[in-house]
């Protein structure tokens, strides 16, 4: 068959560490804030955070509490603000030679309980969905549904609407985070 000559990559491990080469180059440039490591745990959940929310991928982040899946999503944020980005790398650009551009990532939360109902679930996407009309391009409205796992618990099964809103995000981005 065709093989693709842009991206060789013969075994496994090359592959793991071309992988590894391109979240080491992204989160080195990230302004951290005093006192935090880099470590590898949250190097991973920033890359692919990152990666997710700019495509409009929906990703769900499990792990135990302290393992970075909150503090990741913060400095994401503080990164990527649109053109007002400390570096390059996350400033948006209209004019992009390649059409394309890091987009000003704008949380909207939504904290999830055993009392979240699917009318507010709903009604929380919607908005965000309003909200991104108002940037265009130039940003990236994103869903967080924070302890999403706390929703399972919910006599009203919120999550049963969850698939529908996933399915048609409209422009937005969902970012669920959960220790269970």
Known sequence: GAKATWFDCPTADHFVQLFEQCVKLVTSKMHLGEGIALNQALSENLFMLLVAIQTSIPIFLVGKPG??????????????????????????????????????????????????????????????????????????????????????????????????QLENLDGVSCVGISNY
């Open 67 to 164: 393992c970075s899946k909150s503090l990741a999503m913060t400095i994401l944020q503080e990164n990527c603000k649109g053109r007002d980005s400390r570096v390059e790398l996350f400033r948006y650009h209209q004019d992009s030679p390649t059409g394309r551009s890091m987009r000003e990532i704008i949380i909207r939360p939504f904290q999830c309980s055993p009392l979240t109902s699917p009318e507010a679930l709903v009604d929380h996407f919607n908005n965000a969905r309003k909200v991104m009309g108002q940037f265009g391009d130039r940003a990236i409205v994103t869903v967080l549904l924070d302890e999403v796992g706390l929703a399972e618990a919910s006599p009203h099964l919120p999550l049963k609407v969850l698939h529908e």
